[in-house]
């Protein structure tokens, strides 16, 4: 057994463990609030969030996949990897991240444990290429990034350091107050009559609650559903290097022939588990197009067609999937309750970073 395949073994383990917590149905509720962070540490971590020196050539920051202006997203169907690589899913969007019990599409991190999961995006070769031994030089030859750690983390720059402070900054970016929250709290009016009908279609006839459930709007469990396959990862050779590369590292049985992205199973490697992803959570959906695992259903609309056709065609496709009949107000009106899954804007301006400056060695 190698280590990547021991690895995911002990990946499966824990994924399956936490699959298991948690009920279906749960009422729609507002989410939770979270342990507050220190705001000294929120403020080096929202520096951090934005600083390219924390990838392996200082040209991309956090913010180049997860944009303040694009729902935390990147606004494109397959994100951008690291410089000279492209990659084969949807970049997805950071807002209320810290609620997700699993990280990623095919949740392959643990999403309770952020530091972890920041450290992945950090390091992961087509997300940011960073070695946290250079990140820590980084960091030293910046005399404000110095004074700030101590002030913030009550140390020099470290590595861990750097995650936790990542950590506090994305743990503040959640959704509050949406519409359906004041309406879930007895104010009248607060969604529209279209929106309204929405959420009974969304509670009834169109049966999106039996996975979109809970104060997340998520059952944080994994479904097929039949999404077409993006054509780009096979066609574009820069995103099927980094397919093939990928499904390497986990010990995908013959990742060198796959046309298809197997999402769940590339990590127990369970045959049922082929091509299931993680239900997302439809807070602020409205800002976070296009959908989908691939990007491959450009807009809400398309989202509606495809789920009142029954989804599509693959070997475990979720029973609880099934044509709709949904008339076009209908889908209308479902599509202004998710609008009202959108709260109050989450407004972070790009700081302005901290320069490099020369440094004295040894002591005076």
Request: with cysteine.
């Amino acid at each position: 057994m190698n280590r990547f395949h021991r690895l995911g073994v002990l990946a499966a383990g824990a994924l399956l463990a936490a699959m298991a917590q948690g009920a279906a149905g749960e009422p729609l509720a507002a989410l939770p609030p979270l342990p507050a962070p220190k705001p000294a540490q929120v403020a080096l971590g929202r520096l951090l969030f934005f600083d390219p020196r924390l990838s392996g050539d200082a040209a991309i920051s956090c913010a180049t996949c997860h944009d303040p202006k694009k729902g935390w997203g990147d606004g494109k169907a397959l994100s951008t990897g690291y410089p000279g690589s492209e990659y084969f899913r949807n970049s997805q969007s950071i807002v209320n991240a810290a609620y997700y019990r699993r990280g990623y599409w095919d949740g392959r991190m643990d999403g309770r444990d952020l530091p972890t999961l920041v450290r992945d995006h950090l390091t992961e070769a087509h997300f940011m290429q960073a070695d946290g031994r250079l990140l820590i030089e980084r960091m030293r030859q910046v005399p404000e990034y110095e004074e700030t750690f101590t002030k913030a983390m009550g140390g020099e720059p470290t590595y861990g350091r750097i995650l936790n402070a990542i950590t506090a900054f994305v743990q503040t970016i959640a959704s509050r107050n949406a519409a359906l929250d004041r309406h879930l709290k007895g104010e009248a009016g607060a969604l529209s009559p279209a929106a309204a009908e929405g959420l009974g279609l969304f509670q009834g006839k169109a049966g999106c609650i039996q996975c979109h459930d809970g104060a997340l709007l998520s059952d944080q469990k994994f479904h097929a559903l039949g999404v077409p396959e993006n054509a780009a990862v096979y066609a574009e050779p820069l995103r099927h290097i980094t397919f093939r590369r990928f499904m390497k590292t986990l010990g995908v049985p013959n990742y060198d022939n796959l046309r298809e992205d197997v999402g769940l199973y590339g990590v127990t490697k369970e045959p049922g588990d082929r091509g299931k992803f993680r239900t997302p959570s439809l807070r602020e959906v409205v800002l976070t197009a296009p959908y989908m695992h691939n990007g491959s259903l450009a807009t809400l609309d398309d989202v509606m067609d495809f789920y009142n056709r029954g989804g599509g065609a693959h070997p475990n496709k979720s029973p609880l999937l099934r044509p709709l009949g949904l008339a076009d107000g209908e889908k209308r009106a479902l599509v202004e309750f998710l609008k009202s899954l959108s709260g109050e804007p989450i407004v972070v301006e790009r700081p302005i970073l901290p320069d490099y400056k020369l440094r004295t060695l040894g002591k005076n």
